[in-house]
């Protein structure tokens, strides 16, 4: 059986409601790798929030190399959606902030 909430999301979708479906990526930050390309160029600079507080909030949890190469997976995604030099900044970023997790500092010198 469909998840309810991903049937929402591909209602607003179709029904090109992109305010709500806006909405409902600030609602749930981890919806916006799959629906940033229907907000874009419309919704630039929230969706890039939106980014940043889902990078930020992965990173801030993961804690073993697999989850690492997960964050910088969803970095690329990142450069794809809002660009290479928001990529490069918030790799950077993390770079500073985790210094002291060389596996994590290692996975993002790989982007």
């Not at 790798?33 to 890039?48: G, I, K, S, T, W």
């Amino acid at each position: 059986m469909p998840n309810p909430q991903d049937i929402y999301a591909q209602i607003l979708v179709c029904e090109n409601m992109k305010p709500e479906l806006l909405e409902y990526c600030k609602d749930s930050p981890a919806f916006i790798m799959e629906y940033y390309a229907h907000l874009m160029p419309d919704y630039y600079r929230e969706v890039n929030e939106i980014f940043e507080k889902y990078l930020r909030e992965r990173a801030s949890r993961a804690s073993e190399r697999r989850q690492y190469k997960e964050v910088c997976d969803l970095i690329k995604k990142y450069a794809t959606a809002c660009g290479k030099p928001n990529a490069d900044s918030i790799a950077k970023e993390f770079k500073l902030t985790y210094a002291k997790r060389p596996a994590f500092v290692d996975e993002l010198g790989k982007i």
